[in-house]
C-alpha cells in the first residue's frame, strides 16, 4: 500500500510517499529555516504563507520522484495535530483536495506518534514496552508504548520544550537560528562545560520537566541577573566563554533528559528506550543514552538524525498502521494546535 504523507505542522514543508509502512520511495522536504532565522525563531503566520507557496510543488517533486501519478497512491496522509494552526490547515487543505480530486482516503496523523514512529520504523524485531522521548522545538515528553499505536504519556514539559531551550540560549550566546545545531557545534571540543547550570524535576509522581529556570540561568550568567549588581564575567567576544556556556547548558539538559528516560522506563519494565523529535539529533544526548541503555540493559532505538528533524516519511509510515486500525479522516476533520 503506497501512501503520500503530508507534513507542514511548522516551518517545514515536507512530502513523502512510503510504502507498506516501512519502504520509502520519495520524500521532499523544503525547510524555511532561512526565512526565519533573520527572526531568530518560526514566525507562524510567515510559515503559513510559504507553505501555501510550496506545499503543490513539493507534492509534485515527491510524486515525480517516486515515479506515480496521484491515481496510484492509496492513501493521503496528513499531519492535524499538534503544531502552528495555520500552517496545519495548508498541509491538510491540500490533503482533503488531493483526496477528493482522486477520490482517496485521508488519514490524519498525530505529529508526536509519527515521530514516535520514526524511531522504530526501521527495526526489524521490535521490544516492547518501549519508553519513548520525544524531543522538540515544539514538545518534549516520555511516553509508554506498549504496541506501534498504543501509547500513554508519562509526563511533559510545563514551560520551555527543549528545542526551544536551545533556540532562546543560542539566540544569548548569537549563534544564531536553529539554536540546536548551532550549540552542538559551538559546544564542540575536548573540555566539558565547567559551569553548574541548574537541573529540574518538576511534577511528583510525573515525570515532567521544565527548561525555563535553565534558560534564565544562561541568561543571567550572560548578561548578569538584574536583582544583583555583579557584573557578569562572560564575554560575548571571548570564544572560549561561548563555549563553556553551550557545553554547560547542553550537558544539563541532556543530564535531566537522560536520567528522566531511565527513570520512565524503569517505571515501565520496559525492554527499551526510544528517541525522536529535533533535538534527538543532538550528538551529545544520543550518546548519553546509548550509554544509559547498554548500562541498564535497553535496547536503545534512536531516530536516525535526518530523521529526527520534522518530515512526511514518519507521517507517511505511521499511516499505513492507522490506516490497518481503520483510521480514516474526511473533508470534515479538523486541525488542532494541541
Ligand atoms: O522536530 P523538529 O524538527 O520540529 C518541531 O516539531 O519542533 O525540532 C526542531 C527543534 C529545534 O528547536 C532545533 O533547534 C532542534 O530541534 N534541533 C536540535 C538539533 N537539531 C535540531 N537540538 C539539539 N541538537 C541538535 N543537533
Ligand atoms: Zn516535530
Not at 99 to 105: V, W
Not at 147 to 155: A, D, N, T, V
Not at 188 to 207: A, T
Request: net charge negative; proline share 5%.
Amino acid at each position: 500500500m503506497k501512501i503520500l504523507g503530508i507534513e507542514t505542522s511548522c516551518d517545514e514543508c515536507a512530502t513523502a510517499v512510503v510504502e507498506d509502512g516501512v519502504k520509502v520511495l520519495a520524500e521532499t522536504v523544503s525547510s524555511q529555516v532561512r526565512i526565519h532565522a533573520q527572526f531568530g525563531g518560526v514566525v507562524p503566520e510567515i510559515a503559513s504563507r510559504q507553505h501555501l507557496e510550496t506545499i503543490i510543488p513539493v507534492i509534485d517533486e515527491t510524486l515525480k520522484k517516486a515515479h506515480l501519478s496521484l491515481e496510484q497512491v492509496d492513501a493521503v496522509a496528513v499531519t492535524n495535530r499538534p503544531g502552528l494552526i495555520g500552517a496545519l490547515l495548508v498541509g491538510l487543505s491540500a490533503a482533503k483536495g488531493l483526496a477528493m480530486a482522486a477520490n482517496k482516503p485521508i488519514i490524519p496523523v498525530h505529529h508526536i506518534q509519527a515521530h514516535i514512529y520514526a524511531s522504530i520504523m526501521m527495526e526489524k524485531e521490535i521490544k516492547w514496552p518501549i519508553a519513548a522521548l520525544i524531543v522538540s522545538g515544539g514538545h518534549t515528553s516520555l511516553y509508554r508504548l506498549d504496541s506501534i499505536l498504543k501509547m500513554e504519556r508519562l509526563g511533559a514539559t510545563q514551560d520551555d520544550a527543549a528545542g526551544e531551550a536551545f533556540d532562546k540560549v543560542s539566540s544569548i550566546l548569537g549563534l544564531g537560528y536553529p539554536g540546536g545545531p548551532a550549540i552542538q557545534k559551538a559546544a564542540e571540543g575536548e573540555k566539558k562545560g565547567s559551569i553548574p547550570f541548574p537541573h529540574s524535576y518538576p511534577g511528583g509522581d510525573k515525570l515532567n520537566f521544565s527548561f525555563s529556570g535553565l534558560k534564565t540561568a544562561v541568561l543571567y550568567h550572560c548578561r548578569g541577573n538584574p536583582g544583583s549588581s555583579k557584573t557578569p564575567e562572560y564575554d560575548p567576544e571571548n570564544p572560549d566563554h561561548i563555549r563553556d556556556v553551550a557545553a554547560s547548558f547542553q550537558a544539563a539538559v541532556a543530564d535531566v533528559l537522560v536520567k528522566r528516560t531511565k527513570q520512565a522506563a524503569d517505571r515501565c519494565g520496559a525492554k527499551a528506550i526510544a528517541l525522536g523529535g529535533g533535538v534527538g539529533a543532538n550528538g551529545l544526548l544520543r550518546e548519553r543514552l546509548k550509554q544509559m541503555a547498554d548500562q541498564s540493559g535497553f535496547h536503545a532505538y534512536l531516530t536516525p538524525p535526518g530523521m529526527a528533524t520534522d518530515n512526511a516519511v514518519m507521517v507517511a509510515g505511521l499511516a499505513y498502521h492507522l490506516y490497518g486500525a481503520g483510521e480514516r479522516g474526511d473533508l470534515e476533520t479538523d486541525a488542532y494546535p494541541r
